[in-house]
């Protein structure tokens, strides 16, 4: 079964400096690969996702992440931070869904909070 | 505007009582889901609709159920609410088929208090 490990549960950073977020997925076959961010009491939005082609990905609001299949890796990147930037971050993997057809449902990692000073 | 829309937003419900979450989306998508979020935790999938077809996750309490009675709509029923069934409940769609490369759209939630 496919798995995501968030290993940082919480991160503080200055407004300005630059982040990453790191994640790491267990997964037999090609990952899909997302970040989502998650305001307090809000549903998911989609940063960013990597399903083939090239390995470092452009998200909205200024961030990227970049696949490593030999790390199994997917770290989330962003040069400089802003402070609406505090968040709940979500990294989730696409295993395939069940019968009828080829969605795929995601299983996420326990999330890392970001908190930005000012 | 909003493509996923999830009602009541907060809903409160006496212990054993049995309550309903319904969702709507307005964007055709073939692919429903429910995840469970319960605080500080990650969203954790109950179960999805490709079309008609429920799949159910294999941990999901019988206590946890769906309709879908067309394409736009979704409801969560949860039969006898305990205290630990207290969390944010996420409807999500997508577009299933074709190699599927497609974004899953999130609601805003509704969260579930149980008195």
């Known amino acids: 079964a496919q798995s995501v490990t968030q290993p940082d549960i919480h991160i503080t950073v200055s407004e300005g400096a630059s982040l990453e977020l790191r994640c790491n997925y267990s997964?037999?076959?090609?990952?899909?690969l997302f970040w989502y961010v998650q305001s307090p009491g809000q549903g998911l939005q989609l940063l960013l996702k990597?399903?083939?082609?090239?390995?470092l990905v452009q998200g909205i609001k200024g961030f990227e992440a970049e696949f490593k299949r030999s790390q199994s890796s997917f770290n989330l990147r962003k040069p400089s931070v802003h402070w609406s930037d505090a968040a709940e971050y979500f990294c989730?993997?696409?295993?395939?869904?069940?019968?009828?057809?080829?969605?795929?449902?995601?299983?996420f990692g326990k999330g890392t909070l970001l908190t930005v000073n000012p | 505007d909003a493509m996923v829309i999830q009602n009541p937003r907060y809903q409160v419900t006496q212990f054993g009582k049995p309550v309903t979450l319904s969702c709507s989306q307005t964007?055709?998508?073939?692919?429903m889901y429910w995840y469970q979020q319960k605080s500080s935790q990650a969203p954790k999938l109950l179960f999805h609709?490709?079309?008609?077809?429920?799949?159910n996750e294999a941990d999901t309490p019988d206590n946890f159920q769906s309709r879908r009675p067309n394409t736009s709509f979704c409801f969560l029923d949860i039969r006898s609410p305990g205290l630990g069934d207290a969390a944010m409940y996420l409807c999500?769609?997508?577009?299933?088929?074709?190699?599927?490369?497609?974004?899953?759209?999130f609601g805003e939630g509704s969260w579930l208090t149980v008195v």
């Open positions: 964007l055709n998508h073939n692919v």
């Open positions: 989730a993997v696409g295993a395939a869904g069940g019968s009828g057809g080829s969605n795929y449902k995601l299983t």
């Open positions: 999500a769609t997508t577009r299933g088929g074709g190699g599927s490369g497609n974004t899953i759209y």
């Open positions: 997964y037999g076959a090609t990952p899909y």
């Open positions: 990597y399903f083939s082609g090239d390995t």
């Open positions: 609709y490709y079309d008609k077809d429920f799949n």
